[in-house]
C-alpha cells in the first residue's frame, strides 16, 4: 500500500494541511510539539476510524483527544492511497453526531460502503492490531540499560508468541493464575466445611453406635438375669419349682388336716368303746384322752409350721413372678430403644451418604477452575501456533535485516527457553545486557522491520518510523537509510531532527520532505 | 365439608447443610406442622389429607408417638396418611405396627384400598410406599367405586421413578378430587380437581417460591381449593443487573434494598447478570453477609464488544482467542473461559 495524498480538514490543532507522499522515503519535519503525531493518529483513524472509550476513559480517550476546538462539526480529512492496484479515496468525518464515511475507488468510479466492512476488505484483513505492530513504529520507551533489555525481551517473545507485540503473555497468564488461586482456596475453604459437616454426622453415627451397644449391654445382663431366675423356656425354672413346692406342702396340710379329724374321731371312739369294754375305764380314759389330745395337738403344730410354709412359698413366688415381669419389661424397653437405635443410624447413614454424593457435584469455584484453566491451555495452544508460524521465520528475518544494517557484525538474533535474547557475532554470543543502547536500538528495528513484513501478509503496507532514530550515530543512522531505500517501501520518517534529511541528501537517497 | 391438603413435609430432613442456619430450619421444619395442627385446633377441619413422605427419612417411633399424639388434639378432624418414598414402610419400619389414634387412617398396603367416612359421606382411596422407587403406575386404572358421595384420590408420586400418574385418566375415571404429594413446587393441575400442595415448608434451595397447603371445601355439590401460602421462609432468588457502572458498594447497596424488600427472613440464591466494568473484581463472598444468602452465581460479563475487538485484533493471539471461541456454540464453561482469557490479554498489554 502506498499512501499518496494526506490531507486534514480539522483534526487536532491540524486544519487544512495537505502532504503529498511519494513511495519511497519520506522526511515529515517538524519541531517538538508541532503535530507530526497528530498526523499519525489522522492517518491510522482514517483507516479504522476512532473507538470511543466510555465512561470515565472517554475523557482522554483519542476521540476527545482529536476533537477540532473550532469548528468541532468538521472533524476529520481526506487520505488518497494506493492498494492492491487500485487507487482509492477515503474521506472520513468524526464527530459523534454527525458521522460519516465515504471510500471511492478512483479506478472505476465505485463508492464502496466503509460500514460494511468493505474497507476491511481493501486493506486485505489488516487488523487494528496488526497496524499498531507493523505500521508504525515507536521509539523504545525504556530509558535504562536493565528497562531496555526486558522491553526489548518482551517486544520479541510477544511478537513470536502473540503476533502483537503489546501482549504480556507472561503477566496475562500470571492475572488467570491469580484468579484461579483464589477460587482454589475458596474450594478448599467449601471442602473443609463439607468434611467438617461429614465428621459431625460420623460423630454422630458413633456416638449412636456406642448408645447401641451399651444396650446390648443390658440386654445380655438382662438375659443374664433371666437365666439365674430360671426363665428359659423349656426348661424348669423357678416358677414351676415354687409351684411344685407349694402343691406338695398343699396336700401334706390336707392330709394333716385329715389325720386330725379322723385320730379325733378315734379318739372319741375309742373313749367311748373302751368305758363299755374295760371295767375300769375312768383311768384308761383319762390315759387315752390325754395321749389323743397330745396327738392332736403335735399335728396341729406340724400344720400350723406347714400353713407358715405355705404362706412363705406363695410370697416369694409372687415376687419371683414381678421379677421375671419386671426382666421382661427391661428386655422389651431395650429391644424397642434398640429399634429406634437402629432406624436412627440407617437414616444417619443415608444422610452422609447423600451429603457425600452432593459434594462430588461441580460448585461453583469448579466451573470459575474449569474455565480459567481452559483460558490458560487456549492462549498457550494458539499462542503455540503463532510460534510455530511466526516464531523461527520472525527470527531469521531479524538476525537478516540485523545483519544487513551492521554491515555483517551481528550475524544472528537468539532466545532461549526462558525469553533470554543473546545476540552471535562472528565470533561469540553476546548476552544483550552487554551491548550498547545504539546495538539494542538496531536490534528493536530489525525486529519491527521483521514483523512488519510477517504480519502483514502479502501487500506491504507502509512503515512510520516516528523519532526513532534518536541514539543512532550517524554510521548507523547511514546504514539504516540505506538498507530502508534498497527495501523500496515506503517509509514516512518522523522527526524534529534535520540529521536524517542530511545523511539522505549525503548519502544521495531521494526523499520527500513533509513540512508542518 | 372443609379439609385440608397437604403433602410433603419432609420432618427430620436438615435443610442447607453448612449454612448457619441449617439448625434453626431443621426446627422450623416441625414448627410449621405443629402450626397447622394447632390451627386445626381452633378453627376444626373434617379432614386432612397427607399425600406421603410426612417425614424426610425413616421416621424414629417417637417421632410416630409425636405426630400421632399431635393427631390426637384434633379428635373431630379425621386425618388420612400414607407413606411416601421418602418415609417409605421398609421392612423394619416403625409404620407397620404403629397404632394410631382412633381419628387417623393410615394406609397400610402397597395396593389401593377405600376407606368410607360415614357420616361425611366420603370415600378416600391411598396407598403406601413399601419401596423408595416405584416405576409401576400405581394409580392406574383406579376409580372410585359405588356410593352416593365425594370419592377423593390420596396419590404420591408422578415421575419416572415414583409412580407416573396419568392425571387426566384419573379425573375421567370420576374422583372428585385427587390429593397428590411429591412435587415441591405448589401446582395446580386441574382446577379444583387435582393439585400438588407442595412442600409445606421448602426442603431445599431449589424449592423456590412460596409454600404452605391447600384448603378445600364444598360449595354447591363440589369441591373447591385455594392455596394457603404458610411456611415461616421462602427461597428467593435475586437477579442482580450490573452495568458498567457498578462497583462492589453498589452491588451491595442494590443486594440489601432487595432483600429488605423482599423479607429479611428469606433465603436467597443471588445471580449477577448484566455487564459490567472489565477493571471491576467482584468479591462474592462479601455478598453472602448481607443476609441468609446461599450462594452467589456471577453470570456477568466484562463489557467487551466482541465484533468490535475480534476485527481490531484480527491476525494477532487477542484475535485468534475471540475467534476461536466465536466459532463455538459456547457452553457456560467456554463462555467463563472466553472472557476471563480476554480480560487477562487485553488487561495486562503494554
Known amino acids: 500500500m502506498i499512501i499518496k495524498r494526506v490531507t486534514i480538514k480539522n483534526f487536532g490543532k491540524i486544519h487544512d494541511k495537505t502532504l503529498d507522499l511519494s513511495p519511497g522515503i519520506n522526511v515529515l519535519y517538524g519541531e517538538n510539539e508541532s503535530g507530526k503525531t497528530t498526523v499519525h493518529t489522522f492517518v491510522k483513524s482514517m483507516f479504522y476510524g476512532i473507538q470511543r472509550q466510555r465512561g470515565k476513559a472517554a475523557r482522554n480517550d483519542v476521540y476527545t483527544t482529536y476533537e477540532p476546538w473550532e469548528n468541532p462539526a468538521v472533524y476529520g480529512g481526506t487520505l488518497w492511497f494506493l492498494c492492491g492496484g487500485k487507487r482509492f479515496r477515503l474521506t472520513r468525518n468524526f464527530h459523534k453526531t454527525s458521522m460519516s464515511s465515504e471510500l471511492l475507488c478512483e479506478n472505476d468510479g465505485e463508492l464502496l460502503d466503509v460500514e460494511k466492512g468493505d474497507l476491511d476488505t481493501v486493506l486485505g484483513g489488516v487488523s487494528e492490531a496488526v497496524y499498531d505492530n507493523t505500521v508504525s513504529v515507536a521509539q523504545l520507551k525504556s530509558v535504562t540499560g536493565q528497562d531496555l533489555v526486558r522491553e526489548l525481551q518482551n517486544y520479541m517473545a510477544s511478537y513470536q508468541g502473540t503476533g502483537d507485540s503489546s501482549v504480556d503473555l507472561g503477566r496475562a497468564m500470571q492475572m488467570l493464575k491469580m484468579s484461579r488461586k483464589g477460587f482454589q482456596v475458596q474450594a478448599e475453604r467449601r471442602r473443609k466445611e463439607t468434611e467438617k459437616e461429614q465428621e459431625k454426622l460420623s460423630a454422630n453415627m458413633d456416638y449412636l453406635r456406642q448408645e447401641m451397644e451399651e444396650l446390648t449391654e443390658r440386654r445380655f445382663e438382662v438375659e443374664d438375669k433371666e437365666k439365674s431366675l430360671h426363665m428359659i423356656p423349656g426348661e424348669d425354672d423357678g416358677v414351676s419349682m415354687l409351684d411344685e413346692r407349694i402343691h406338695s406342702i398343699h396336700s401334706r396340710r390336707l ?203 502479502e501487500e506491504r503496507f507502509p512503515v512510520i518510523l516516528d523519532d526513532v532514530f534518536g541514539m543512532y550515530d550517524e554510521e548507523r543512522l547511514a546504514a539504516v537509510l540505506r538498507w530502508l531505500h534498497k527495501e523500496r517501501r515506503q517509509i514516512i520518517i518522523s522527526t524534529c531532527h534535520k540529521r536524517e534529511m542530511e545523511i539522505l541528501e549525503k548519502e544521495g537517497i531521494p526523499f520527500q520532505k513533509l513540512m508542518l | 365439608m372443609r379439609f385440608i391438603h397437604l403433602a410433603d413435609v419432609h420432618l427430620g430432613a436438615v435443610p442447607d447443610r453448612g449454612c448457619p442456619w441449617s439448625g434453626k430450619r431443621e426446627e422450623e421444619i416441625w414448627e410449621t406442622f405443629r402450626r397447622v395442627i394447632a390451627g386445626i385446633r381452633e378453627n376444626p377441619v373434617d379432614l386432612l389429607f397427607i399425600a406421603g413422605d410426612l417425614f424426610h427419612r425413616q421416621p424414629l417411633l ?50 389401593l384400598s377405600c376407606v368410607k367416612d360415614e357420616k361425611l359421606e366420603v370415600y378416600v382411596y391411598g396407598l403406601s410406599y413399601h419401596h423408595q422407587e416405584i416405576t409401576r403406575p400405581l394409580y392406574d386404572g383406579a376409580a372410585p367405586g359405588e356410593g352416593e358421595g365425594l370419592h377423593i384420590l390420596l396419590a404420591h408420586g408422578g415421575d419416572v421413578k415414583h409412580s407416573p400418574i396419568d392425571i387426566h385418566g384419573l379425573a375421567a375415571a370420576g374422583f372428585d378430587y385427587l390429593a397428590l404429594g411429591h412435587i415441591h413446587k405448589p401446582q395446580v393441575l386441574l382446577q379444583d380437581l387435582a393439585a400438588y400442595p407442595g412442600a409445606l415448608e421448602p426442603i431445599d434451595r431449589n424449592d423456590l417460591g412460596p409454600h404452605g397447603y391447600i384448603e378445600g371445601w364444598l360449595e ?15 427461597y428467593e432468588q435475586i437477579l442482580l443487573i450490573l452495568r458498567e457502572d457498578s462497583t462492589q458498594y453498589s452491588v451491595q447497596e442494590m443486594l440489601k434494598m432487595d432483600i429488605a424488600r423482599k423479607g429479611v427472613r428469606n433465603i436467597y440464591r443471588v445471580i449477577l447478570q448484566g455487564f459490567r466494568s472489565p477493571e471491576l473484581l467482584l468479591i462474592p463472598e462479601k455478598l453472602k453477609e448481607l443476609g441468609y444468602v446461599t450462594e452467589v452465581l456471577d453470570e456477568s460479563r466484562p463489557s467487551y464488544d466482541l465484533e468490535e475487538l475480534g476485527k481490531r485484533y484480527s491476525g494477532t493471539l487477542i484475535g485468534d482467542y475471540i475467534a476461536y471461541f466465536q466459532a463455538k456454540d459456547r457452553s457456560v464453561v467456554e463462555e467463563k473461559a472466553l472472557y476471563y482469557g480476554l480480560q487477562a490479554l487485553l488487561e495486562t498489554s503494554r
Open chain 2, 62 to 111: 417417637r417421632e410416630l408417638k409425636e405426630v400421632n399424639y399431635l393427631f390426637s388434639t384434633i379428635p373431630d378432624t379425621r386425618v388420612y396418611l400414607m407413606a411416601g418414598n421418602h418415609d417409605y414402610m421398609k421392612q423394619d419400619s416403625f409404620y407397620h405396627k404403629f397404632e394410631w389414634a382412633p381419628n387417623v387412617v393410615f394406609f397400610r398396603e402397597e395396593s
Open chain 2, 220 to 234: 354447591k355439590g363440589r369441591i373447591k381449593t385455594k392455596f394457603v401460602p404458610f411456611a415461616c421462609r421462602s
Open chain 1, 255 to 457: 392330709l394333716v388336716g385329715a389325720g386330725m379329724v379322723l385320730l379325733a374321731v378315734l379318739a372319741a371312739a375309742g373313749i367311748y368303746l373302751l368305758g363299755n369294754v374295760l371295767p375300769n375305764p375312768v383311768v384308761l380314759r383319762v390315759i387315752a384322752g390325754i395321749a389323743a389330745v397330745l396327738l392332736l395337738f403335735g399335728l396341729g403344730r406340724y400344720e400350723m409350721s406347714l400353713t407358715r410354709e405355705l404362706v412363705k412359698r406363695t410370697k416369694m413366688k409372687a415376687r419371683w413372678l414381678q421379677k421375671q415381669e419386671k426382666l421382661k419389661w427391661n428386655r422389651e424397653n431395650l429391644d424397642e430403644a434398640m429399634e429406634e437405635k437402629k432406624t436412627a443410624l440407617s437414616n444417619l447413614q443415608t444422610e452422609y451418604r447423600e451429603y457425600e454424593d452432593e459434594s462430588y457435584l461441580p460448585t461453583a469455584e469448579d466451573t470459575e477452575i474449569q474455565a480459567l484453566n481452559m483460558a490458560m491451555d487456549t492462549i498457550e495452544a494458539l499462542s503455540g501456533n503463532i510460534h510455530h508460524q511466526v516464531g523461527g521465520k520472525l527470527r531469521q528475518r531479524t538476525s537478516q535485516i540485523l545483519s544487513e544494517i551492521t554491515g555483517g557484525k551481528y550475524q544472528e538474533v537468539l532466545m532461549d527457553q526462558e525469553l533470554r535474547m543473546t545476540v552471535n557475532t562472528q565470533e561469540r554470543v553476546v548476552p544483550l545486557e552487554r551491548l550498547s543502547r545504539g546495538t539494542m536500538e538496531q536490534i528493536y528495528f530489525a525486529l519491527r522491520m521483521a514483523a512488519g513484513e510477517l504480519l502483514c501478509g
